[in-house]
């Protein structure tokens, strides 16, 4: 069972901006900024999207941005296109030295 | 950039145990950790724990204290991951990944399945 939570799933039509929600405690996403995103396509390893829960790393398309308040960081997909749809994990550091995931939000593009 | 590629896929019955090894290449190894995070059939992503290439330290999810051991060579940049006393719910793939330290993931190995059968 997952410390964090996230929503099972977001649909949307190509053009259309979603966003993920994944909240956790002052423990973990309210106490750091050190909150990821991982986009994982059906049989393929997980690609980081999103770090430090705002940073983009290099190659990652600017359609994808970061934010968090409080116990909830959230990934925004703008302009949806249908290479867009896979399944999406945020991770957070934790006070106690660990990592831990939210249980994934399957995009589906309409 | 840098990359990591793991060992091949193992089948090992209930009670055995599985060593999975990561090498990294392309950047240095103790500049950063090694998280290691599995995938059960058709769920999610769980992380097991990480170690610290620059100095050994390791942490681990309370799940698997006390099952899972974490270590790494230096000298060839290699990364492993034993998890003891398998059980059929230990199917997955294992997926090793470098650690930035405070928690990010990037690159991931291609991915071990490790199946656990009678």
């Known amino acids: 069972q997952s410390a964090l939570t996230q929503p099972a799933s977001v649909s949307a039509s190509p053009g259309q901006s979603i966003t993920i929600s994944c909240t956790g405690t002052s423990s973990d996403v309210g106490g750091y900024n050190y909150v990821s995103w991982y986009q994982q396509h059906p049989g393929k390893a997980p690609k980081l999207m999103i770090y430090?829960?705002?940073d983009r790393p290099s190659g990652v398309s600017d359609r994808f941005s970061g934010s968090k308040s409080g116990n909830t960081a959230s990934l925004t997909i703008s302009g949806l296109q249908a290479e867009d749809e896979a399944d999406y994990y945020c991770?957070?550091?934790?006070?106690?030295?660990?990592?831990?995931f939210g249980p994934g939000t399957k995009v589906t593009v309409l | 950039q840098g990359q990591l590629v793991q060992s091949g896929a193992e089948v090992k019955k209930p009670g055995a145990s599985v060593t999975v090894s990561c090498k990294a290449s392309?950047?240095?190894?103790?500049?950063?950790?090694i998280s290691w995070v599995r995938q059960a059939p058709g769920q999610g992503l769980e992380w097991m724990g990480w170690i610290a290439a620059y100095n050994g330290h390791t942490d681990y999810a309370q799940k698997f204290q006390g099952r899972v051991t974490m270590s790494m060579d230096t000298s060839t940049s290699t990364a492993y991951m034993d998890l003891r006393s398998l059980r059929s719910d230990d199917t997955a793939v294992y997926y090793c990944a470098r650690d930035g330290v405070w928690g990010w993931f990037d690159p991931w190995g291609q991915g071990t399945l490790v199946t656990v059968s009678p």
């Open positions: 392309g950047y240095t190894f103790t500049t950063y950790g």
């Open positions: 991770s957070s550091y934790t006070s106690s030295s660990t990592r831990v």
């Open positions: 430090d829960v705002s």
